[in-house]
């Protein structure tokens, strides 16, 4: 492997190069950035963590320089040349950073990498929960934004997106599959685009307004924290129900005949339930019947619903015949 590739860095990269690199490429590639690729997450995230573990270590990388990969990593090599007027250009290459590393290597030498969840540690801070996923959790998912190593990095405004909903979607609950499409940035620095598909559970009751946020889920820009991805909850409407708060409003027209006798509604309900409404007593016009507990679920009380809401209308006939007329002054004359 090449080591300096890896980082994209060059050869005379400073530790603080070095730092800079990893920092930049372990927030791209960090296992939890990339539930959806995150074999490949995996593996480059370690080849990250390598690569630094050796330059960043003054014997392992004068090593590297001198004799590459598989010498370093077997522990055989040479041992090294006499310094002399005669070095070869390339031998006066292999111990460009000789200055700050003036320790030739030993004679026997042990690779031993560093884990690379200690490495994220080192340089992303202490464990604030006790294990390396969490330290990982606690960073990533730092709720004001702060970057790494302490909050140098800026980041993005949140991106909101409406997500339309029937309201038999917010009655029942339904699980949405949204497809994005974002830039991201691979191993060697360099930008793509990538497709995700995020799934969205919305909870039974759910209102117009609710927010789902997915962390991080917008464009890679280099030196700043990826936007938050926002879907909005937009309510559809509907063809005879009105959501108003917990309540369902549902307008029914009868006849006049109808609000003076008697009527049974045959109501649908938003999950297919046929719901029977007898009305016994005169209706008047603008009556309102209440039917407690088949309004929209809450989602904060599970079991709990509002009540739903049947605004009557009374359709008065357009005419009446002398004989009709004379007839209903017989039958309700004597009613007050």
Same mark, same amino acid.
């Given at each position: !492997?090449?080591?300096?590739n890896?980082?994209k860095?060059n050869?005379n990269?400073s530790d603080e190069?070095?730092?800079?690199a990893?920092k930049?490429? +372990?927030r791209i590639?960090?296992p939890?950035? @990339?539930? *959806? @690729? /995150?074999?490949?997450a995996?593996? /480059?995230f370690?080849?990250?963590?390598? +690569? &630094?573990?050796v330059?960043s270590d003054p014997q392992?990388r004068q090593i ?5 990969e598989e010498a370093?990593k077997?522990?055989?090599?040479p041992?090294?040349?006499q310094?002399s007027?005669s070095?070869?250009?390339?031998? +006066?290459r292999?111990?460009h950073?000789?200055?700050?590393r ?9 690779f ?6 200690d490495? &994220?540690? =080192?340089l992303f801070?202490?464990?604030?929960g006790g294990g390396a ?6 960073f990533f998912?730092t709720?004001?934004?702060a970057g790494f190593?302490?909050?140098a990095a800026r980041k993005?405004?949140?991106?909101e997106n409406?997500?339309?909903?029937? $309201?038999?979607? $917010?009655?029942?609950? #339904?699980?949405?599959? !949204?497809k994005i499409?974002r830039?991201?940035?691979d191993a ?6 990538? =497709? =995700?598909?995020?799934t969205?559970e919305?909870?039974?009751g759910w ?8 962390? =991080?889920?917008?464009?890679q820009e280099p030196g700043?924290?990826?936007?938050d $991805? ?5 309510? /559809?409407p509907?063809a ?5 708060? @917990?309540?369902?409003?549902?307008n029914q ?5 109808e609000?003076l006798t008697?009527?049974?509604l045959?109501?649908t309900t ?6 029977? %409404?007898?009305?016994t007593?005169? #209706?008047?016009p ?5 039917v407690?507990?088949e309004?929209m ?5 599970p ?6 809401r %049947?605004?009557?209308d *009374? /359709?008065?006939?357009?005419?009446l015949?002398?004989?009709q007329k004379?007839?209903?002054?017989? *039958?309700?004359?004597?009613i007050s």
């Amino acid at each position: !492997m090449d080591y300096y590739n890896i980082l994209k860095v060059n050869r005379n990269a400073s530790d603080e190069d070095l730092k800079k690199a990893y920092k930049r490429l +372990a927030r791209i590639w960090h296992p939890d950035k @990339n539930p *959806v @690729n /995150k074999s490949e997450a995996e593996a /480059k995230f370690k080849r990250i963590s390598e +690569a &630094y573990d050796v330059l960043s270590d003054p014997q392992k990388r004068q090593i590297y320089d001198l004799y590459g990969e598989e010498a370093l990593k077997s522990g055989q090599f040479p041992p090294p040349p006499q310094s002399s007027s005669s070095s070869s250009s390339s031998s +006066a290459r292999a111990f460009h950073h000789s200055h700050q590393r003036p320790n030739q290597p030993p004679a026997s030498f042990r690779f031993n990498p560093r884990d690379a969840d200690d490495i &994220y540690a =080192e340089l992303f801070g202490p464990d604030v929960g006790g294990g390396a996923s969490s330290r990982r959790d606690g960073f990533f998912r730092t709720s004001n934004g702060a970057g790494f190593g302490g909050g140098a990095a800026r980041k993005a405004a949140a991106v909101e997106n409406a997500l339309p909903c029937s $309201l038999e979607d $917010l009655y029942k609950g #339904v699980k949405k599959k !949204m497809k994005i499409s974002r830039n991201v940035y691979d191993a060697f620095g360099k930008s793509r685009n990538v =497709e =995700e598909i995020l799934t969205i559970e919305i909870k039974p009751g759910w209102k117009k307004g609710t927010k789902v946020t997915f962390p =991080e889920k917008g464009n890679q820009e280099p030196g700043v924290i990826p936007a938050d $991805l926002i879907f909005v909850i937009d309510e /559809k409407p509907h063809a005879l129900y009105r959501r108003d708060g @917990n309540d369902l409003v549902i307008n029914q027209e009868i006849t006049l005949l109808e609000a003076l006798t008697g009527k049974t509604l045959d109501l649908t309900t938003l999950d297919g339930r046929s719901l029977m %409404i007898p009305l016994t007593d005169i #209706v008047k016009p603008g009556a309102e019947v209440v039917v407690p507990n088949e309004g929209m679920p809450i989602s904060k009380e599970p079991g709990r619903k509002g009540n739903l809401r %049947i605004k009557l209308d *009374v /359709k008065y006939p357009s005419r009446l015949t002398a004989e009709q007329k004379s007839d209903l002054r017989r *039958v309700l004359g004597g009613i007050s």
